[in-house]
Nanobody, 119 residues
Framework: QVQVVESGGGSVQPGGSLRLNCTAS????????MGWYRQAPGKQPELVAE???????NYADFAKGQFTISRDIPKKVLYLQMNSLKPEDTAVYYC?????????????WGQGTQVSVSS
């Protein structure tokens, strides 16, 4: 069974930084993509950043220059470094992974980690 577990969330003041971690475990033939999404209160989930195929990274426009995604492929870990945090970054951050290089794979989701930015 595949598990995806996020950690590293918390409460910070505006301008602060946090690093989120996502660890995948269990039986899977391949991890083709891993990514971070977030959902703010009363809003739809949105992509933050994703790593696909081992070397391609895609950021949402709001994340460019503020967030950095990185991936330790052998350890099956995905990181999200978040700097200069703003109150509007407050959300539950979710990690996911996609287990195939084709369209026949499955997406696994973690339970999420809360990030709260306030003074």
């Amino acid at each position: 069974q595949v598990q995806v577990v996020e950690s590293g969330g918390g409460s910070v003041q505006p301008g602060g930084s946090l690093r989120l971690n996502c660890t995948a475990s269990g039986s899977m033939s391949v991890i083709y993509a891993m990514g971070w999404y977030r959902q703010a209160p009363g809003k739809q989930p949105e992509l933050v950043a994703e790593s696909t195929g081992g070397d391609r990274i895609n950021y949402a426009d709001f994340a460019k220059g503020q967030f950095t995604i990185s991936r330790d492929i052998p350890k099956k870990v995905l990181y999200l470094q978040m700097n200069s945090l703003k109150p509007e970054d407050t959300a539950v951050y979710y990690c996911n992974l996609y287990d195939s290089e084709t369209a026949l794979g499955y997406t696994y989701w973690g339970q999420g980690t809360q990030v709260s930015v306030s003074s």
